[in-house]
T-cell receptor
Framework: AQRVTQPEKLLSVFKGAPVELKCNYSYSGSPELFWYVQYSRQRLQLLLRHISRESIKGFTADLNKGETSFHLKKPFAQEEDSAMYYCALSSGNTPLVFGKGTRLSVIA | NAGVTQTPKFRILKIGQSMTLQCTQDMNHNYMYWYRQDPGMGLKLIYY???????DKGEVPNGYNVSRSTTEDFPLRLELAAPSQTSVYFC?????????????FGNGTRLTVT
């Protein structure tokens, strides 16, 4: 069965500090992995996807198949990064499976 | 495009009442989904549809029903509301499977059952 684990419910960092939001997954095939973000009073939206190898709003995420991880990183946190972050996995015919989410709080 | 539109935004139900959460999208997406979001529990899939006339159960379908008579609309029905159905409900859609087809979410419906 597919599973996405985000071990931290809440992560608090100071402005300017590095951020790493952890995501581990279990799936035997080739996964498609995504990070979605939900800012206060806004709808969930796609932040980035592993296939694109892109940097969005300073965030990057690298798929590590050996460690089955897809951690989200940013070198210098900003206050506007405070939000709820969800890691999600998709494979073949199945709908996206989401982790429980991590609330990032950036302290000024 | 309006994207994914959900109505109502808020609703309070008494136990045993019924209601329909509406979801419509104007992007001609084939795939549509209903999730519920509970604090500390993330998003759980209730039902989904891969096209008009086709629906499938997700992880937590009990107490809900859906229909997909058109590509645009995917209403979620609660027949006998229970306190356990207090949650925020999100509808989402995507064109098809794969990396180049991300989920588009609605703004959510906050439902309270008392």
């Amino acid at each position: 069965a597919q599973r996405v684990t985000q071990p931290e419910k809440l992560l608090s960092v100071f402005k300017g500090a590095p951020v790493e939001l952890k995501c581990n997954y279990s799936y035997s095939g080739s996964p498609e992995l995504f990070w979605y973000v939900q800012y206060s009073r806004q709808r969930l939206q796609l932040l980035l996807r592993h296939i694109s190898r892109e940097s969005i709003k300073g965030f990057t995420a690298d798929l590590n198949k050996g460690e089955t991880s897809f951690h989200l990183k940013k070198p210098f946190a900003q206050e506007e990064d405070s939000a709820m972050y969800y890691c999600a996995l998709s494979s073949g015919n199945t709908p996206l499976v989401f982790g429980k989410g991590t609330r990032l709080s950036v302290i000024a | 495009n309006a994207g994914v539109t959900q109505t109502p935004k808020f609703r309070i139900l008494k136990i045993g009442q019924s209601m329909t959460l509406q979801c419509t999208q104007d992007m001609n997406h084939n795939y549509m989904y209903w999730y519920r979001q509970d604090p500390g529990m993330g998003l759980k899939l209730i039902y989904y549809s891969v096209g008009a006339g086709i629906t499938d159960k997700g992880e937590v379908p009990n107490g809900y029903n859906v229909s997909r008579s058109t590509t645009e609309d995917f209403p979620l029905r609660l027949e006998l509301a229970a306190p356990s159905q207090t949650s925020v409900y999100f509808c989402a859609s995507r064109k098809d499977r794969g990396h180049n087809s991300p989920l588009h979410f609605g703004n959510g419906t906050r439902l309270t059952v008392t």
